[in-house]
């Protein structure tokens, strides 16, 4: 492959029908590899409305396509345009594919989906491999449950993608914490390719200044909740409201971040409820999250795989309240930690008793910090990137003097 310049080009697909982590991940791991060199750009392609509402690095770019939005029973409808989920598709592909003829990119990093959202990235995968750009699929530590993963890969011919186009798949996690394709019929071939990178720290103090300033009064102590987008957090902050007005003389304030995704009704019943409780503040959405976490004496979270790397990052206690639809991702995800101890987890059983919530946040607090569990290497996934990035670019760079050579 020959290096047109000293850039070394990173193309990077996000992932985004659902929420806000495959956007954030996306991001940090730019972030990442900018600010470990300086002869390195990235390009971020996404589909959510709410990209340039965060702040990027020198280096780094986005260019948004039109957005779907994920149904609860699976299905997906265009976000804002009024055209059929087809078109919307059509769309994306094209976009995607002329930015990587145009940007021609050394590396494309693809989020989650081997083929994309309906395949729409298969052609740019089969253009630039046919070109030598090397291709990198990241997957989160826990995709979903092996069966319904194993159905639907079977369903989206991902696996054929894993064996014929990837050079290299990034796992963002720890072999020893789980293993996201457990229970696939996977090659030798393909799990040669696997590197699991661990975790993805988050330096929340740094990552903060990047994002838009924020004029955010909050108090010395505080349990943050958080639903990442908000899309599916209505029933946990519903939870959390009910605990605080069932038990007045909880002593812990409370600041709870809905997510830009929530529906405007449900923000707007949860903030009249809020303002009726002394020691509870609440907002629809902070670009800096992470800053916010980072003064928290707590967290309550759903368990996306964001909110975990933040949570450990940030070495706070933490409970966890995961959903199960429409994927059990998140609870898979909340058991493994619970069990190491990481964090608590209260399982939804749509009962959803007041009482053990109101215990648990009292609890909450004093509950032993992540760091307190000894897990070597867990979340080195930054290191082990740039240093991937490194030998890269040094094969890369060596092919480079190779041709000048031969010409």
């Known amino acids: 492959m020959r290096i047109k310049s000293n850039q070394f080009r990173i193309l990077i697909y996000s992932?985004?029908?659902?929420?806000?982590?495959?956007?954030?991940?996306?991001?940090a791991i730019a972030h990442a590899m900018v600010d470990h060199r300086t002869d390195i750009s990235c390009l971020?392609?996404?589909?959510?409305?709410?990209i340039g509402a965060?702040?990027?690095?020198?280096?780094?770019?986005?260019?948004?396509?039109p957005g779907v939005v994920k149904l609860r029973n699976g299905s997906y409808t265009p976000r804002g345009l009024d055209i059929s989920i087809g078109d919307a598709i059509k769309i994306r592909e094209t976009l995607i594919r002329s930015t990587a003829e145009v940007f021609r990119p050394h590396m494309f990093l693809v989020d989650k989906e081997p083929l994309g959202l309906r395949g729409e990235v298969g052609p740019t995968l089969e253009m630039l491999k046919e070109q030598g750009t090397r291709l990198v699929l990241g997957l989160r530590d826990i995709m979903d449950d092996h069966d319904q993963l194993a159905e639907e890969w079977d369903r989206?011919?991902?696996?054929?993608?894993?064996?014929?186009?990837?050079?290299?798949?990034?796992?963002?996690?720890?072999?020893?914490?789980?293993?996201?394709?457990?229970g696939l019929r996977v090659s030798a071939a393909v799990r040669n390719k696997m590197t699991y990178t661990g975790y993805l720290r988050r330096d929340l103090a740094t990552e903060a200044e990047h994002d838009r300033p924020q004029a955010t009064a909050l108090p010395d102590k505080f349990i943050l909740v958080t639903t990442g987008g908000g899309g599916d957090g209505a029933s946990l902050v519903d939870w959390v409201l009910k605990a605080y007005e069932s038990d007045p003389s909880i002593p812990?304030?409370?600041?709870?971040?809905?997510?830009?995704?929530?529906?405007?009704?449900?923000?707007?019943?949860?903030?009249?409820?809020?303002?009726?409780?002394r020691n509870v503040d609440m907002m629809t959405f902070l670009p800096d999250l992470d800053r916010v976490m980072s003064r928290a004496s707590a967290v309550i979270g759903m368990g996306g795989y964001n909110t975990f790397c933040e949570i450990l990052a940030a070495d706070k206690p933490a409970l966890i309240v995961p959903r199960t639809v429409p994927r059990l991702e998140q609870f898979i995800r909340a058991d493994r930690m619970s069990k190491l101890g990481l964090v608590s987890m209260l399982v939804d059983d749509e009962h959803r008793s007041v009482a053990a919530m109101a215990d648990a946040i009292w609890k909450l607090p004093n509950r032993p910090a992540p760091s307190t569990v000894q897990l070597a290497g867990y979340l080195d996934g930054f290191q082990t990137i740039n240093r991937t990035i490194d030998d890269w670019f040094v094969s890369c760079q060596s092919e480079k003097a190779r041709l000048e050579l031969v010409d």
């Not at 992932?15 to 991001?27: I, K, N, Q, V």
């Not at 830009?260 to 409780?277: D, N, S």
Request: charged share 20%; hydrophobic share 45%; aromatic share 12%.
């Open 15 to 27: 992932h985004d029908t659902f929420g806000l982590g495959h956007l954030r991940r996306c991001r």
């Open 44 to 50: 971020i392609l996404s589909g959510s409305p709410i």
């Open 54 to 65: 965060y702040g990027f690095l020198p280096r780094v770019d986005f260019i948004r396509f």
């Open 156 to 182: 989206k011919a991902a696996m054929p993608a894993l064996e014929e186009l990837y050079d290299t798949i990034w796992v963002y996690g720890s072999e020893h914490i789980y293993d996201p394709l457990v």
């Open 252 to 277: 812990h304030n409370l600041v709870v971040v809905l997510g830009p995704f929530m529906a405007t009704e449900a923000q707007a019943a949860f903030k009249e409820r809020a303002a009726r409780l």
